[in-house]
């Protein structure tokens, strides 16, 4: 019997209107998207009725430092608290995984805790948290600080944060509960411990004021790719978004973060490695081309210097947009996106640039038909490059409806997807155990 091929984990990386920096622009796409809970609702379902692992919703606790004038030429300004959508979106789903970012700069660890261990219960074991340190000056004035804390420093904050966030967890044995009306008990004290956390940035006493959730605990997710960001997801994360534009870079990435974990006694195969991925879907090439094409039309470059401006903290003058690209100096914010902007900027100019990132911010970009993708994505996954994809519609609903209408058939018919869930916790989509 043939060997079964390495099965594909899918998630939708979702947001009102799509990820391309035009994306409200288009023809297609309502602008509205951004405020409205049934869109959100609609692409959820999309996904869902696809059997994706998982949807994701990404957050910044901040508007870009810019001019209202410069702001309101995109639909960045607009989106929800994510947890809230997950908690709204939980009873109207039953398979799906359900991903939010929660920042363990600006959350206190116990509030983190409660929040994905209360959504783990309400969506019958489905949550995932994507840890992350926020890295942006903008962010740190709405939490009354002037600059955003050090990249190291966040970085070392953000293990002690998981320790407490994960004892915290803990803080109930399984099936604790008596409920003995007869003696008075309603659960046995021995199964209740307290944390007690002092440590070097929390203290913490606990405990939380809930049993263990139905996956164990949420699965936690990461999206740091720099050395300092690598180190805490070998030590703490389940599954890892990335960016990475090109196979030889995912090959690269992937390789290196799995050979850390053995340094904290976790097996290579206990982390799921999730690029992101942005498809143009065609019957044809050229009509895939001519999806591209229309939104890179669209693009106006002082949107796409403040979209730079969010990604690196960096603001580049609209009066060198033909001039080469100067090298991107790292600095305190998102030193991967920072390094891996001015690899991609190598002998362009600015404005290249800018129409290079603008559609996914550096992550992988595929135009072409159903079978092309579908090859494409089955060269990643077999040269270890990936355990599946963090899918980023160019516009939504469209550019999800084209991925789960053309890609995912293909995916199936090759035998790398799933065709309806056999499982119920996204810990289970992901293959992984609930012991990490
Ligand atoms: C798919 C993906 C999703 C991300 N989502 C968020 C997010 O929701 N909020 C945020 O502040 N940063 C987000 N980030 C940025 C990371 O948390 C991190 O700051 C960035 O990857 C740079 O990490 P580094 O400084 O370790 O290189 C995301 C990154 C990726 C690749």
Redesign the pocket.
Known sequence: MAATKKQIHLSA?LNGVGHHVAAWRHPNVDPSGAIRFDAYRRVVALAEAAKFDAV?F???LALPLAPPEQLSKGAVANFFEPSSLLFALAPLTTHIGLIA?V?STYMPPFHTARKFASLDHISGGRAGW?L????TDA?ARNFGLKDQIG?QER?ARAAEYVAVVKGLWKSWDKDPYLFDKESGRYFDPDKLHILDHEGTYYSVRGPLSLPPSPQGHPVIVQ????D??QALAAQTAEMV???QPDLAAATAFATGLRARLAAFGRSADGIRIMP?LQPFVGETRAEAQAKFDTLQALIDPAVGLGLLYAMTGIRLSPDKLDEPVETLALNE?????IALFSELGRGLTLRQLLLKVAGARG?WTVIGTPQEIADQIEAWIDAGAADGF?IMAPILPGGLEDFTRLVVPELIRRGRFRTGYETSTLRQHLGLSSEQ
């Open positions: 990386f994701f990404a957050d910044n970012t920042s994507n992350v340190t926020s890295a962010e990249h970085y999206a740091g790719s720099s300092d960001g978004f990335t960016a992101g914010g998102m030193q991967s996106r992550h963090n």
